[in-house]
């Protein structure tokens, strides 16, 4: 066994803006996030993965970067992260840091230059394109709305933005780009941080024919991601990203690849490719999601849920390892959408919790996810902070594609967020995140779901996590074990073996509010079983022929 801190470590990922503001702004900040170690490390984790920090105009909170080498205002300073740093390696924490290279903000001196003249020596750090005709280069249109050209007077060209116009697309083709991001890498490096996660890492490359893309119905733009996904290019560019800024073989890469399922996720991570670690992917994001946004599915638990984590888990090792994680700031609450946040709200909190603690991959926590935060039902347009919102009001409400009330509906449902409102310590005023009014307005439960409630409650779904945590820590079957599935193709309950030299764990859980009985497959023959964890109070010693309350997880550790 090849024991690596990364794939032994439990991660819990931190929306800095909204984990604890410390200097009453109403933005988290660093000092929130060191003031809150001890609570981190009392739940049990060691890795810490930090959304971007760099200094930023904030258009995209943070992923539009005008200096790579310092620390947004509002969070702080250089000497705030070092102390962080400090701190966390004192508690044997290992930190992950958002690196986001695929774009910079408009107001990053690049393209401040850039933008000067065609034949400034920044030109080509940037895409720039004359148009056809008056109009844009072609029809492709941006992830948050509207055309992803952004025509510039002072030249009279347009500049590629696959996100923000805020966010011009850097040029990888340029070499210079790639050595200044390179030592910027280094930089970072430097300074003690162990691990990156690089931000739309497939993004890098794009096709330079520009060609126009099939509009399908009910869009306005084409829809142009094979042109700017996946491409053979981004391979070559994160080879010698990994080549000549990480030679220790200390720290984990991790890319954010939209496009890749567990099928061709080696090209990323296969281990003889040396180009990254694992990749964030996006197989929760849409589970449960109607045909349209406002529209809610039953899950089909096999198709969505089993066959997406079970796939990655069950790959030949050397194509890769895998994060296991149900959400992220892109995403909403993991309760909301995977679960029922309102009858079933503990138990189903649990459940999911037992998944991903028990599987085989590095389990990444969203904040918030530990006490079982919701999305934010009642949250309003004018509550929504994200530039996407707006920019796609004005592309479907304002042109009349869609109602103002469904619009809204469908934002409960997806908006990203829902997964960024600020973390609920307590229920004093803002849930105990700052003296001043949030960023974003704190979810109106707070007062029912808090860090402080639940630490005092022993059967809490903060409590639920740590005992998973603990579990898995002592158990380095449940980090390295083979991943077995059993029942596959049972509609209710997700099952597995997760199998050791010495020892196994046998989990099952029920995914759904019904009453499904549970049969152990006749080719499995466990001699010994003994329950270690649950989510309901149980004395049952059975392993076979059990019916399951709604959302009940077991985990029972035996010997086969
Ligand atoms: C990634 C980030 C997302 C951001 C986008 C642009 O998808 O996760 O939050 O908006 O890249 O940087
Ligand atoms: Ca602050």
Known sequence: MNRVWWKEGIAYQIYVRSFKDTNGDGIGDLKGIIEKLDYL????????????????????????????????????TIDDFKLLIEEMHKRDMKLIMDLVINHTSDEHPWFVESRKSKDNPYRDYYIWHPGKDGNPPNNWGSFFGGSAWEYDEQTGEYYLHLFS????????????????????????????????RFDAINHLEKDFNFPDAE????????????????????????????????NTGHHVLIGETGGISYHNAYLYTGVDREELDMTFHFDMHSVGKGEKDWERRKIDLVKEIKEKMSGW???????????????????????????NDEKYHRESAKMLATLQLTQKGTPFIYYGDEIGMTNAWDFELEDYRD?????????????????????????????RDNARTPMQWD????????????????????????????????????????????????????????????????????????????????????????????????????KEAELVLSNYKCDDKNVDGITLKPYEARIYKCKL
């Open 41 to 76: 490390k009392y739940l049990g984790v060691n890795i810490i993965y930090l959304n971007p920090i760099n200094k930023s105009p904030n258009d995209d909170n943070g992923y539009d970067i005008s200096d790579y080498y310092d620390i947004m205002d509002e969070f702080g």
């Open 165 to 196: 116009k805020k966010m011009p697309d850097l040029n990888w083709r340029n070499e210079n780009v790639r050595n200044e991001i390179i030592k910027m890498i280094q930089f970072w490096i430097d300074m003690g941080v162990d691990g990156f």
């Open 215 to 246: 509009v399908k119905e009910g869009q306005i733009y084409g829809d142009f991601i094979k042109y700017v996904q996946n491409l053979p290019k981004v391979h070559d560019y994160i080879k010698e990203i990994r080549r000549r800024a990480f």
């Open 313 to 339: 888990q069950m790959r030949d090792e050397k194509e890769g390892w895998c994060p296991i994680f149900f959400s992220n700031h892109d995403s909403t609450r993991t309760v909301s959408r995977l679960g």
């Open 387 to 415: 530039v996407a919102v707006f920019n796609k009001y004005r592309d479907f409400v304002e042109s009349g594609l869609v109602s103002h009330e469904n619009y809204i509906k469908g934002l409960h449902l997806t908006s």
């Open 427 to 526: 229920d004093s005023k803002n849930a105990g995140f700052s003296e001043a009014t949030p960023w974003i307005r704190v979810n109106s439960n707070y007062k029912d779901i808090n860090v402080k409630a639940q630490m005092q409650d022993e059967n809490s779904i903060l409590n639920y996590y740590r005992r998973l945590i603990e579990l898995r820590k002592n158990n380095l079957t449940l980090v390295y074990g083979d991943f077995i599935e059993i029942n596959r193709e049972h509609e209710e309950i997700y099952s597995y073996i997760r199998k050791g030299e010495d020892d196994a764990f046998l989990v099952i859980v029920n995914f759904f509010d019904g009453t499904p009985t549970f049969n152990l497959p006749e080719d499995v023959k466990i």
